[in-house]
């Protein structure tokens, strides 16, 4: 099973709640789920692979470290996982960014696929999917489909906020994908919604109802 890990840092925390407050407007919305995003990606990047690299300092010469390994790729699921992009990159500067849009069939619930762009290397970067909710996990399911499918295999999924239900619908169909949140709330509610959670994250990022 993968590895599922609240990121819980005090600043990640006091964020949230400014998010979370219905008060907070699009302008705040937008700039402290960037803020969020950023320190996430901090914590998730721990694991990236170093190698040692010889330089000159302006002293003598000398062996460091420098990143290794796979590089990075950013997919967000559109519209809501478009708010998180620009604070990972803020640390990832050269990170590739792929798009998965997918539709609900108003009948049916379920998700199709309507828009996939991605990087042409994906097989060997390590992809962050990105979606600010982890609610039923019928979309986090179906974006991650949509790269196995292309061929991707190293994938972490990166949420502020998921539901218990989301958490285990995401870990059954992909289990070797690693979930990171900044918060597990506590469930979801007779129409879908995260509660607590912080209402409809597209909608409030975008100023749309
Ligand atoms: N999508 C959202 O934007 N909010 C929720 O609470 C659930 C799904």
């Known amino acids: 099973m993968g590895k599922f890990q609240v990121i819980d840092h005090p600043l990640i925390q006091h964020k949230l ?11 705040v919305f937008r ?27 302006p002293m003598m010469k ?5 990143l290794a390994g796979k590089k990075v790729a950013i997919i967000p699921i559109l519209r809501a996982g478009l708010g998180m ?13 792929g798009h998965v849009g997918l539709y609900r069939d108003e009948e ?25 909710m982890l609610a039923t996990g019928g979309s986090a399911v179906m974006a991650i489909d949509a790269l196995k499918k292309r061929g ?16 285990k619908v995401l870990q ?16 979801l509610n007779e129409n879908g919604y995260i509660v607590p959670g912080l209402g409809d994250a597209g909608d409030r990022l975008f100023g749309t109802k």
């Not at 407050?21 to 302008?27: P, V």
């Not at 620009?86 to 990170?95: C, K, S, T, V």
């Not at 190293?154 to 906020?161: D, E, G, H, T, W």
């Not at 979930?179 to 506590?186: E, F, G, H, Q």
């Open 17 to 27: 709640t400014i998010i979370r407050d219905k008060n907070s407007g699009t302008k």
């Open 31 to 57: 700039e402290v789920v960037d803020e969020i995003a950023m320190l996430m990606a901090y914590e998730i990047s721990r694991d990236l692979p170093v190698e040692e690299v010889e330089i000159e300092t």
């Open 62 to 66: 000398s062996v460091q470290k420098q």
């Open 85 to 97: 992009v620009d604070g990972i990159l803020q640390l990832i500067p050269a990170a590739k960014v």
């Open 108 to 132: 049916t619930l379920e998700p199709h696929e309507y828009f996939v762009k991605l990087p042409d290397d994906i097989t060997s970067r390590q992809l962050l999917v990105v979606d600010p």
């Open 152 to 167: 991707a295999s190293n994938i972490k999924f990166v949420c502020l906020v998921a539901a218990p239900e989301g958490v």
């Open 172 to 187: 059954e169909a992909h289990p070797d994908v690693d979930i990171y949140t900044a918060a597990l709330d506590d469930r």
